[in-house]
């Protein structure tokens, strides 16, 4: 059991728009700066948002992070096939002094 | 461009040791955080073990603390996982990442991933 809280899964249609929620609490979400990272399926993850709302060089502005509180999310526009992959958000955890991470969200592309 | 290449994995009895390596490239290992995270397949991503820079902190997950140690050779530019007493439930795959730059001890990361080794513990 995860202490942030993903959806376990999400979908929706090519070219449209889907956002992934990661619920925390103040010792995580709510005090720290929050990642998103993308696992396709058989590889390793792959970082796609640090520092709540930033994107690596190389990945496309169709990705897009906020955070509120104690919330964080990922939004996709533009969805792809090849968008389909487990989505984990992460951050540290200032009362537990670790890195944690959601239980992921299965993404969809119908 | 960065290269993470773990190795060491293998099929290991119960309260037997394995040590894993992490071998790194493409960038100055020894301005880097390194750290440790495993999943077991199917599931979410567990954070195991991370080393600053410097070697001067360590930090375990508390799951593992007291049969893991974690280590670093920056003339070899690689990272080492020593697992001791091992459990069947540290069976996984075990990724070596590398934690991004940061200007705040708020902001964690990691930024490059290697594509793991497996460790299955089992009689």
């Known amino acids: 059991q995860s202490v942030l809280t993903q959806p376990p899964s999400v979908s929706a249609a090519p070219r449209q728009k889907v956002t992934i929620s990661c619920s925390g609490s103040?010792?995580?979400?709510?005090?720290?700066?929050v990642s998103w990272y993308q696992q396709l399926p058989g590889t390793a993850p792959k970082l796609l948002i640090y520092?709540?709302?930033k994107r690596p060089s190389g990945i496309p502005d169709r990705f897009s992070g906020s955070k509120s509180g104690t919330s964080a999310t990922l939004g996709i526009t533009g969805l792809q096939t090849g968008d389909q992959a487990n989505y984990y958000c992460?951050?540290?955890?200032?009362?537990?002094?670790?890195?944690?991470f959601g239980g992921g969200t299965k993404l969809t592309v119908l | 461009e960065v290269q993470l290449v773990e190795s060491g994995g293998g099929l290991v009895q119960p309260g037997r040791s394995l040590r894993l390596s992490c071998e790194a490239s493409?960038?100055?290992?020894?301005?880097?955080?390194m750290h440790w995270v495993r999943q077991v397949p199917g599931k979410g991503l567990e954070w195991v073990s991370g080393?600053?820079?410097?070697?001067?902190?360590?930090a375990y997950a508390d799951s593992v603390r007291g049969r893991f140690t974690i280590s670093r050779d920056d003339a070899k530019e690689s990272l080492y996982l020593q697992m001791n007493s091992l459990r069947p439930e540290d069976t996984a795959l075990y990724y070596c990442?590398?934690?991004?730059?940061?200007?705040?001890?708020?902001?964690?990361?990691?930024?490059?991933w290697g594509q793991g080794t497996q460790v299955t513990v089992s009689s």
């Open positions: 990442a590398r934690r991004g730059i940061t200007v705040t001890t708020r902001a964690f990361y990691f930024d490059w």
């Open positions: 493409g960038f100055t290992f020894d301005n880097y955080a």
């Open positions: 992460g951050t540290w955890d200032s009362s537990l002094n670790t890195v944690i």
């Open positions: 520092d709540n709302d």
């Open positions: 103040s010792s995580n979400i709510g005090s720290n700066y």
């Open positions: 080393i600053s820079w410097d070697s001067g902190t360590l």
